[in-house]
Structures are given as C-alpha cells and as structure tokens.
T-cell receptor, first 113, second 116 residues
C-alpha cells in the first residue's frame, strides 16, 4: 500500500532534549516536506527536499533540521526543543514537486514541556 | 513571499445547501491552487486542484474557480452532506521545478459544519 509513515504519533518531551521524528514513503517520490499545524494558523512549511541531499527552508525553519540521505526517508530533528514547538507535525511527499498532489503522513502530536 | 488568506474561518450550512469558501493570494507568480480536506483527527487529503491556465474545474459536487486578475479562488460544494463536515484548506504555489515552485503556502482553514 502506497503510504507516508510517520513515527511516533504522539511525543511528550522536555525543553532541550533532542528528538527526531521519522518520515518514510514507499512511493519513490522525489519531493518531501514537513509542515506544522497550529490552531488558527493552518499548515506552515518547515523544510522541503527536492531529492537526495537537496533540502531547503520553508516558511518556519527556525529550530528545526532535516536530512535526506536516502530517497525514502526525511527525518525532522529538533536539536533543542522549546515549548513554542508544541504542535501537530505532518510529513508529506509528492512525485516530483510541490505543485502536485501531496500525500500526507498521519501526523505527530508533539508536546514540549 | 506568498500570503494566502482564507474566509470564512467557520461555516455552517444545512444539509443539501451549497457551501462556498474563498481564498486570496498575493504572489502573481502563483499558478497552482489545491484544496485539501482534513477530517477530525485525520491527515489532510487533496480533493481538487486547479492550475492557472483554466478558470474552473469540477469534480462531481465540488468545483473550484480561479480569477487570476483579482488573485482569488473559491471552493464550491453543492448538495452538502454530513460527511462534508471537515476543515478545508486552500493553498497556492508559484510555478517551476525549483525554488518557489516547491513552496506551497496554505490558508488558515475553514471549519465546515453540515447540519441535518
């Protein structure tokens, strides 16, 4: 089954403790992206990747890192999480660009205490 | 960068009525305009999209219209049903395969409630 898999679904952590949210797709998609969803603010793009080793900032990249060492994986790294990063995070992928249908993962609800 | 405004933030209609959600965008280079539906606790899913070379697109009870001159586009849902209740997001993206063509900017969402 074609899908985007995110883990974990729920995560509670404390300020400053490094964490990684994993994202994997099995559709051989070139484009992958991370979004955060906050009430009243919609979905905001954090980082995106056009292909292996090609990443670029979205609209809200501060405090986040990403890597794209393999085509199928696009982990989101929070080196030193802060409470303002408490949010619902979605990974998404599409065949080649952001101008096509995005397939979203099931989301990761992160709480930073 | 692109700025997308979406209205209304909440919309309540009676079953069988029509619903219209409107979005405006700021970047005249934007040429791709998708709409996503997000049911409670679920992931967003694409329901329809339009590119700037057409003014209207329909898919059964859903239609999207685009006015490039005015920089606005709208989602129209006819004969609404309870299963249409969800949050709807519009989005806009500039064209091309690099840079701006990969930054999809979303609106803030519309909570649609279809009442029996």
């Amino acid at each position: 089954e074609a899908q985007v898999t995110q883990n974990p679904r729920y995560l509670i952590t404390v300020t400053g403790k490094k964490l990684t949210v994993t994202c994997s797709q099995n559709m051989n998609h070139e484009y992958m992206s991370w979004y955060r969803q906050d009430p009243g603010l919609g979905l905001r793009q954090i980082y995106y990747s056009m292909n292996v080793e090609v990443t670029d900032k979205g609209d809200v990249p501060e405090g986040y890192k990403v890597s794209r060492k393999e085509k199928r994986n696009f982990p989101l790294i929070l080196e030193s999480p802060s409470p303002n990063q408490t949010s619902l995070y979605f990974c998404a992928s599409s065949r080649s660009t952001g101008n096509e249908k995005l397939f979203f993962g099931s989301g990761t609800q992160l709480s930073v205490l | 960068g692109e700025n997308v405004e979406q209205h209304p933030s909440t919309l309540s209609v009676q079953e069988g009525d029509s619903a219209v959600i409107k979005c405006t965008y700021s970047d005249s280079a934007s040429n791709y305009f998708p709409w996503y539906k997000q049911e409670l606790g679920k992931r967003p899913q694409l329901i329809i999209d339009i590119r700037s070379n057409v003014g209207e697109k329909k898919d059964q009870r859903i239609a999207v219209t685009l006015n490039k001159t005015a920089k606005h586009f709208s989602l129209h849902i006819t004969e609404t049903q309870p299963e249409d209740s969800a949050v709807y997001f519009c989005a806009a993206s500039p064209g091309g395969l690099t840079g701006g063509g990969n930054k999809l900017t979303f609106g803030t969402g519309t909570q649609l409630k279809v009442e029996l």
